[in-house]
Nanobody
């Protein structure tokens, strides 16, 4: 059974940076498109960025130029480098497969951007 464990969140001031990590178990990781999702209080969970098995990336417009998704298949880990953070980036961040997200989701990692 695949498990996903997110880490790296925290409290940061506007304009600051954080690097999120998602460690996956299971041999299917390296062939799957992985995504970072976020869920702000009172809102639905949405996809923020994704990366295919051959490192083709996608970003929603609100994070383009600020966030960078990457993966290390040898470590079965996907990362999200977040720069120039804004208060509206405040949310719980989760990783999961994109085509067929697994259930249950991981516990997520909380990101709070506030002065």
């Amino acid at each position: 059974q695949v498990q996903l464990v997110e880490s790296g969140g925290g409290l940061v001031q506007p304009g600051g940076s954080l690097r999120l990590s998602c460690a996956a178990s299971g041999s299917i990781f390296k062939i799957k498109t992985m995504g970072w999702y976020r869920q702000a209080p009172g809102k639905q969970r949405t996809l923020v960025a994704s990366i295919t098995s051959n490192n083709i990336t996608f970003y929603v417009d609100s994070v383009k130029g600020r966030f960078t998704i990457s993966r290390d298949n040898t470590k079965q880990t996907v990362y999200l480098q977040m720069n120039s953070l804004k208060p509206e980036d405040t949310a719980d961040y989760y990783c999961n497969f994109v085509t067929r997200p697994i259930e249950p989701w991981g516990q997520g990692t909380q990101v709070t951007v506030s002065s």
